[in-house]
């Protein structure tokens, strides 16, 4: 396995927090599985999107409008960091440099606290009327969704890393 693909890894199981992530890494260079984050991580934003838009009807139907667009508001102030920071990472895969992932994890990740702090800002100053619980909820259920995709299982393919065994 080459020392871009560990780290890559290492770095995706650090920002996404994943229980017991260094056994998992271990076992995986092992066993020379990786995960396909890039099928991966597109999806767990569109799932991320489809449960705040889901959370926006539910709760726009049960409590009127202004809950379902705050809901779907503070869902977006979740996925479109979290976009950000995935294609930071994704994209600087291309390049064989551990330092320049390990750079482009940093500004990611910066970039996802000032972009959701900036979201929020944007949301709270400018919107009226609008339900400060809806917009947590939203945010809320966005974030879950990550741990959630993680603990079922974003898979492994089989990765010839060109090594006999």
Known sequence: MQPLDRCHDTLVAFFCRRPFAQRQILANLEAKELTDDTHVVPLTLLVQAAVVVALGLFLGLWM?????????????AAIVPNAFLAARLIGSRCGNDANALLQSARIGVFGKLVLTVLLFGVIFATVRPISGPAVFAGFIAAQVVIPAALLIGGGTERVDTGDES
Not at 64 to 76: D, H, K, N, P, R
């Open 64 to 76: 009127g409008a202004v809950a379902g667009t705050s809901a779907l508001l503070g869902g977006l």
